[in-house]
């Protein structure tokens, strides 16, 4: 064998081993990742079928499993009204900031006027605070609207927070239609308002799904603006009541509090995999240059 045809032997042995351990390596840290998003998963479902409602006590694979906890949750404490509430929240938040947000954009994207410019530079620092950072200001402001403990006003708080993020993203989304669709319609007689509503909308259906999706969540899971602004019972979220179940000393309800969480993930886990196509496409779509 000649000396080259033996160099470059030993470069294809050692650029397929190479190759081999990236590989290996990636599969290793990707299930690494994977057990720590699994386990816990099955220690909270595990334990909300155990027969005891001690947190030392649980297990991911109870002896005995028993519904008991999920049977209590409903029938002893008000899961049901927190339940109810946070549902409204979410619809409602889902459907102004959606409606909110394909009309800003859609202006944004097709129009142009003085301040443009300025108004989506506005949007785009926006993003960069997080909304957390404004909760005194918002709570102020709540409260001399006469808005605290009500659920419009925190549905308010939430599509005002995304608004920034949500109408960069759809339109960025609008940016990657062509314009002669818009113009060909108006050669046609259309207007702006059927320009956007027969043939705009039909076509940005992802992201408005996305949009849409990512705004019924938001309520489920949050904690914090829900503690700020909702002060009486019949009032509370899912997340407030469930974390009072276990907030006192005096309180050992933490196989109970298991079932409402496994009780909120099933519905939203449905959901996410029944619209897991129009996510991703919402999500790679509305990547284009703004």
């Known amino acids: ?17 190479s190759e ?5 390596l ?24 155990n027969t005891s409602s001690s947190l030392m006590s649980a297990t991911m694979f109870p002896e005995n499993p028993t519904i008991k906890h999920y049977v209590e949750l409903i029938q002893e404490t008000n ?6 509430n946070t549902l409204k929240i979410a619809v409602l938040n889902m459907i102004i900031s959606v409606v909110l947000t394909i009309s800003t954009a859609y202006v944004f994207s097709r129009f142009q006027f003085k301040g443009k410019k300025m108004g989506l530079l506005s949007i785009l620092i926006l993003q960069m605070f997080p909304s957390f950072m404004g909760m005194m200001a918002t709570y102020n402001i709540l409260w001399q609207l006469g808005m605290l403990n009500t659920h419009i006003g925190l549905v308010l708080t939430y599509a005002a927070g995304q608004l920034p993020y949500n109408v960069w993203l759809v339109k960025g989304y609008l940016s990657s239609i062509p314009r002669s669709l818009d113009e060909s319609a108006k050669l046609d007689g259309a207007g702006s308002v059927q320009i ?3 043939i705009i909308v039909p076509l940005i259906k992802p992201i408005i799904t996305f949009v849409a999706l990512t705004q019924f969540m938001s309520p489920w899971m ?14 509370k979220t ?7 179940l ?3 000393d005096t309180n050992n309800n933490f196989t109970m509090f298991a079932a409402g969480a496994v009780l909120v993930a099933v519905p939203i886990t449905i959901l996410y995999m029944s619209m897991q196509k129009y996510l991703i496409q919402g999500i790679t779509a509305g990547a284009n240059k703004a």
Do not use: H
């Open 246 to 248: 276990i907030n006192s």
């Open 222 to 235: 949050d904690f914090i603006f829900p503690r700020m602004i909702l002060t009486s019972d019949s009032k």
């Open 26 to 49: 990636t599969y290793i840290i990707l299930i690494l990742i994977a057990l720590m998003v699994i386990v816990p998963v099955l220690w909270i479902i595990g334990s909300s079928f």
């Open 79 to 84: 899961f049901t009204k927190w339940y109810l």
């Open 1 to 17: 064998m000649k000396a080259s045809e033996k160099i470059k032997s030993q470069r294809t042995v050692g650029w397929y081993i």
């Open 20 to 24: 081999t351990f990236k590989t290996g």
């Open 196 to 198: 956007f509503t027969r």
């Open 238 to 244: 899912l997340a407030i009541g469930l974390y009072d």
